[in-house]
């Protein structure tokens, strides 16, 4: 096992050259498909390695529920730097645990706070108009998603850009971009080393949902002003009624989703030529995350075939 148990720690760095040019080069459906999967993986490989070194570690505790052979030297030395990697493992995984379920907490009690306000306005429609002169809107997910916009959002636009505002908050909802963030927002709570993948995620599921939106209304030029007049009006009143909801309102960077609905309609499919920047960094990414998947593995296989041979020889 040796080393190779604390490559999927460090491994994740291999992710960080794609996020960049993926969001650049690549649909903004492709990327942000792409990057949450590379994190989701590589968060669990690194998950993983905790685990492995917790066992280690825990077998020194005097009085652990584990086998006493699993404590032995033979097992010991199959970690590198066992005796402290192994006690600073256990507290490294609580810590992941804790801010974990942290997260989810938070993010279902958001959503069950704001669909408690809802169904107190008894109203049953997809998109929900609050009596608000503060200008927000929201795509609040949930078995029957439902899109949330105030009145003062409605008088700051015109009818073709409220057109694109709704057709953004309805792409939200059908590609699932909550699930995105969420799942990019574990992996940052895991191995912190992935937490710049958050940003890139949700500036990519807001250009994704922005090309939707010009794809409904069919005017990318409308798009855009609905995009930047609807980040403005909203600058000081996003959150007013519902401030949990930021959580999953992701708005990246304003000018350059302007810039980019102004700009020719990115390729749907592909992938970057390999000897392109863009394509060198996702066959990066690919081997970092290949290389993380077999770390863990060999570690995994590594350490039970030790453990069984302490146990049982």
């Known amino acids: 096992m040796g080393v190779f148990v604390y490559l999927p720690l460090i491994l994740p760095l291999t992710a960080l050259p794609i996020a960049r040019l993926a969001e650049q080069h690549l649909h903004p459906r492709t990327a942000a498909r792409l990057l949450t999967a590379v994190a989701a993986i590589l968060a669990t490989c690194s998950t993983v390695c905790l685990g492995l070194l917790v066992v280690v570690g825990t077998a020194q505790l005097p009085g652990n529920p584990l086998p006493d052979s699993w404590s032995d030297p033979e097992v010991r030395a199959a970690v590198p730097y066992d005796e402290i990697a192994g006690k600073a493992s256990i507290g490294a995984l609580a810590l992941v645990l804790l801010t974990c379920a942290y ?49 003062g959002m409605l008088a700051a636009l015109t009818d073709t850009e409220r057109h694109a505002l709704l057709a953004h908050e309805r792409a939200h909802l059908a590609g699932r971009h909550h699930r995105l963030l969420l ?33 409904a209304t069919g005017d990318r030029r409308a798009t ?9 009006v909203s600058r000081k009143g996003r959150g007013a009624v519902f401030p949990g909801l930021a959580a999953f309102a992701e ?27 863009a394509g060198v ?23 039970y075939v030790v453990l069984e041979a302490a146990t049982f020889g």
């Open 224 to 232: 855009a002003r609905a995009v930047g007049k609807a980040a403005l």
């Open 103 to 151: 997260t989810l907490y938070r993010h279902y009690r958001y959503r069950s706070r704001a669909h408690r306000v809802l169904a107190g306005l008894g109203t049953a429609s997809e998109v929900a108009v609050l009596p608000d002169d503060q200008p927000y809107a929201y795509a609040l997910p949930g078995t029957q998603g439902r899109i949330l916009v105030s009145t």
């Open 251 to 277: 708005p990246g960077p304003v000018p350059r989703r302007v810039a980019a609905l102004l700009g020719p309609l990115p390729p749907a499919n592909g992938w970057p030529p390999a000897l392109t920047s």
């Open 281 to 303: 960094a996702a066959l990066v990414a690919a081997a970092g995350t290949a290389a993380s998947t077999l770390s863990a593995l060999n570690a995994a296989v590594g350490l």
């Open 183 to 215: 799942a990019v927002r574990l992996a940052g709570c895991a191995n912190p080393l992935l937490r710049p993948l958050h940003r890139v995620v949700g500036y990519c599921t807001e250009r994704w949902a922005d090309e939707e939106a010009a794809r």
